[in-house]
């Protein structure tokens, strides 16, 4: 059994870990299920198009499939890239957000296309989005640490105008998620401030990443703008006086060593010893009698 | 004088000698099984352990259930028959052997499951060249490495008496081969007071050690366990407990391996229903133990009514409803029933009884391990439910079936080489008693 594990540490593949396009290998009735999610940045949108296929009342998601994904404004279609869906049935693409084929509105409409197989059916999904965009500006006013967000789109001689009654979320990306620190309020100028928190701590130089959204709008669907700012609360790592038990610290507490090398040291003392025996009884044999 | 009618080898003569067409269909079964496992392993390692049914919540499953069954059973195999040779237990005989070999295989198979629940093995060099001090891993990688020297030294001094007696017994028809790994392994021991004295200590000296080791070893693993606060884990009887469990299993499978070979090589000359019945007692008293560290573990937990470990509660008497009834009520109570009235007490009923105790440490091991990991303090997010769940698939049941099957044939070939039975203490007819008490 060590021979044949021993035989497989030398030929396992570390690319092979998980299986490679081990999809959903029933040839039963299925169905597609395409989503589309919209994110346009400062400079660029994100589509996100998740296949998965539906049988029964279980969904799976779909890899290793491509999905290709365009813009358009009604007449012109432009193809902005095909990719391939990973392990959760995501297919990415960034975009840039200029040159994106629009209608007199500015709307643009994106879609994505799986053009399907043997096994699984075509689908599509499609959202309707303006791009626009986000700015976040720091400045400390009477000691208070003030956070303005500005909300533009383009008209359509593509200058930017301003997003006016909008509500823009704050959030902070912590470890899992977006932590949500604050709303604002978008005046008739397309502008809004917070009072910055003063407690949110950040990285050891207390540099924080803000993200201002919009989210789930009807015109202009999910815009996001991020800015750094080192208004955080400087990390400090805790830094052990003495060695502990933390893996991560240069040695082990003394007691532990002690301990592991008196346990060892006995213990191994005693197997010399008997084996010393053992060489002692086959010295004796010289002079033994059998014994039948 | 003639040796044959003299020599105690003669009874056990025909089991080295020869192999029955019976027993060569049992090797070739084995090797089927363990052919199956290959097959699986190969799928394993060429797929990847997307073909266990290990996730990213449930990291653990049955190898690490298998890898806690066959090390307990080996430390059991370790604590009975040093404490046996120790207290010199004037019934071991006919059983101290199987122990010994029950200690060492087990001790082989059981480290290779956690190999095969590691997904990178290219990286097992690193816990060597790496390994930290204070990591519970590390321990666990000295302990179970050291264990293994000493089992063998301890199996190796107490069958060289045997190996000297193959060595001489002239009569005994075997290959050159065999007589020569005899002589080879015999060292020379001729039983003179002088070598006898050493031998004495030696083994003395080395039962001590491994009674220690396998206590010190099994906690280890436990620890392993109950450093983290992982409900359910957490616990700081889980050494003891461990321990316990360990010694429980290993006298139940003690007992199924003396009825097979006593069935087999047709020893019931030497192994006697006293001999059941004694094991029988170490049995039922480690029931006894192994219900009140259960009592105890459980009801501790349940009046601490922390949310997650009233969590894991709930979840053993639901989902993993039987697994703990069986664990927990059947492989307590049935021992104690069966052994205890004496009505019961036959070999029968004691084998069946040791196979149910069998199962039943299995499965607690196995409701130790995969509950725990289905409720974590950190649950992750977006997740599947088959990634929140925990079953095995057919290629663990194989590697399962696999274990089983070598630890089989690895004792069944033990018992072709050297006696199942110890006969170095019969020099004739005379001193058979000194077997068969």
Known sequence: MFFLLALGSLVIQ??????????????TAVESKLALNYLCGADTVTLTATLGIKKGDATLALK??????????????KLLGKAKTDQEGNAVIKAASSGLPADKDGMVAFSAKFAGNAKYPAAEASFKAKPAK?????????????????????NEKGEEIAIPKEKVLIYIPRLFSLLKIGEIALDEQGTGTMEFPKEIVGDTLGNLMVVAKIEENDKFGFVQGQNIINWGVHKQYYKAEVPSRELWTPIAPLWMIITLIVMLAGVWAHYIYAVYELVMIRRLSKKDKPLF | MDPQQKNPLRDFAPQLERTSIQGYAWIAFLLGVIGLGFYAFMDQVLNGHIVTGMRDNVVWGVYIVNFIFFMGVSYAGALISGTLHLFKTAWRKPVIR???FITVISLLIGPCFILLCIGRLDRLPYLILFGRIQSPITWDVIAISTDIFGCFIFLYLAILRDLATLRDYELLQLPKWRKKIYKTLALGYTGTPEQQERLNRATDIMATMVIAIAIIVYSVLAWIFSVTLQPGWHSTIFGPYFVIAAVYSGSAVLIISMWVFRKVYHLEEYITKKHFVSVGVIMLVLAAFFGYFTFSDYLTKWYGSEKNDELLIQLLFKK????????????????????????????????LTAVVVVIALWLNRYIIVVPTLESPYLPIQDARPEWLNYSATWVEWSLTATGVAVFCLLFTLASKFITIVPVSGIEGEGKKEDVLI
């Open chain 1, 134 to 154: 986000i700015r976040l500006f720091f400045s400390i006013e009477d000691s208070l640490r003030i956070l303005k967000v500005t909300a533009t789109e383009k």
């Open chain 1, 14 to 27: 570390p690319e092979r870990s998980f299986a490679e396009g081990n999809t959903d290998s029933t040839s």
């Open chain 2, 320 to 351: 993993f409803y039987w697994p703990f009834i069986i664990s927990n009520y059947v492989g307590v109570l049935l021992p104690l029933i069966v052994v205890g009235i004496a009505r019961f007490r036959t070999i029968r009923n004691i084998t």
């Open chain 2, 98 to 100: 199987m122990a010994e």
């Open chain 1, 64 to 77: 290793n499939a491509w999905v290709e994904l365009t813009a358009s404004n009604g007449t012109i279609c």
